[in-house]
T-cell receptor
Framework: AQTVTQSQPEMSVQEAETVTLSCTYD???????LFWYKQPPSRQMILVIR??????QNATENRFSVNFQKAAKSFSLKISDSQLGDTAMYFC?????????????FGQGTILTVHP | ETGVTQSPTHLIKTRGQQVTLRCSSQ?????VSWYQQALGQGPQFIFQ???????GRGNFPPRFSGLQFPNYSSELNVNALELDDSALYLC???????????FGPGTRLTVT
């Protein structure tokens, strides 16, 4: 069974600054996917960024980037130039690869507050 | 917007009752998953349907059941409601071969 751990229940950052959210996971799989999802107070879960485990290059989406350390089973999210709209709960999620069975295993979440 | 809709938005039921929650996915999304999210927690996988057949199940009792229809809609049914069933229920759909899942806004179920 896979587990995903987010050790920071809450984080805060000033607008325009950079913040990093941590995530570690445990799995015996070699082929898998990792995701960061954002859930604003409106509660609709939105995909922020994804990483395939077989890719060594860290994924980047505009202001969002990840630091994927496969050996350490670590998958952190860096948000640059933070904006007020980034305020949300952020979830790290794991999905096994090589199958159409797309069960996502989520961490406990990190509440991020961006202050003006 | 993800193109995934859910109804109703909120629902209040009494312990022991039955409830049906609905989800409508985008055309071509032949995989749908349901998750239960307790307040302040991460979502927990209930089950997944692929081409109208159950394709995996999490650690939930049989009183949680589902259906998927050819028109890309699906249902989550919960029988004999318990107080602990109070949660946000999320559905998520995926097109064929995709890695990511697209979530709906959820249905907030309160059991009293």
């Amino acid at each position: 069974a896979q587990t995903v751990t987010q050790s920071q229940p809450e984080m805060s950052v000033q607008e325009a600054e950079t913040v990093t959210l941590s995530c570690t996971y445990d799995t015996s799989e070699n082929n898998y996917y990792l995701f960061w999802y954002k859930q604003p107070p409106s509660r609709q879960m939105i995909l922020v960024i994804r990483q395939e485990a077989y890719k060594q290059q860290n994924a980047t989406e505009n202001r969002f980037s990840v630091n994927f350390q496969k050996a350490a089973k670590s998958f952190s999210l860096k948000i640059s130039d933070s904006q007020l709209g980034d305020t949300a709960m952020y979830f790290c999620a794991f999905r096994p690869g090589g199958t159409s069975y797309g069960k996502l295993t989520f961490g406990q979440g990190t509440i991020l507050t961006v202050h003006p | 917007e993800t193109g995934v809709t859910q109804s109703p938005t909120h629902l209040i039921k009494t312990r022991g009752q039955q409830v049906t929650l609905r989800c409508s996915s985008q055309s071509g999304h032949n995989t749908v998953s349901w998750y239960q999210q307790a307040l302040g927690q991460g979502p927990q996988f209930i089950f997944q349907y692929y081409r109208e057949e159950e394709n995996g199940r999490g650690n939930f009792p049989p009183r949680f059941s589902g259906l998927q229809f050819p028109n890309y809609s699906s249902e989550l049914n919960v029988n004999a409601l318990e107080l602990d069933d109070s949660a946000l229920y999320l559905c998520a759909s995926s097109p064929q071969g995709a890695d990511e899942q697209y979530f709906g806004p959820g249905t907030r179920l309160t059991v009293t």
